[in-house]
């Protein structure tokens, strides 16, 4: 069982950053592949990004790529996303997920945490 909870959210202006973070319970937590996800208003939550349990491998959407990036510390059982040139099409809320299953289904989910953008 993996408890996760996210952090960091807030208001920033275009083409600021925020940092997310995702603290996670558990002694297994290096085992997991770790994902960000975000839900705008009125639309389908979207895959973010994603890393590896050993935070080799990294990928993310094309919407974000060059401009997001992925990071975990397994020692700290914690997942992080930094966000550079937000853009107001950024903001949503943010979702931390982790899976252990190969087919990457997703079965541990965080409360999320707003991200707003202003232009």
């Known amino acids: 069982q993996v408890q996760l909870v996210e952090s960091g959210g807030g208001l920033v202006q275009a083409g600021g950053s925020l940092r997310l973070s995702c603290a996670a319970s558990?002694?297994?937590?290096?085992?997991?592949?770790m994902a960000w996800f975000r839900q705008a208003p009125g639309k389908e939550r979207e895959f973010v990004a994603r890393?590896?349990?050993?935070?080799?491998?990294?990928y993310y959407a094309d919407s974000v790529k060059g401009r997001f990036t992925i990071s975990r510390d397994n020692a700290r059982n914690t997942v992080y996303l930094q966000m550079n040139t937000l853009k107001p099409e950024d903001t949503a809320v943010y979702y931390c997920?982790?899976?252990?299953?190969?087919?990457?289904?997703?079965?541990?989910w965080g409360q999320g945490t707003q991200v707003t953008v202003s232009s």
């Open positions: 997920a982790a899976t252990n299953s190969p087919s990457l289904i997703y079965n541990y």
């Open positions: 558990g002694r297994t937590f290096g085992s997991y592949v």
């Open positions: 890393i590896s349990w050993n935070g080799i491998a990294t």
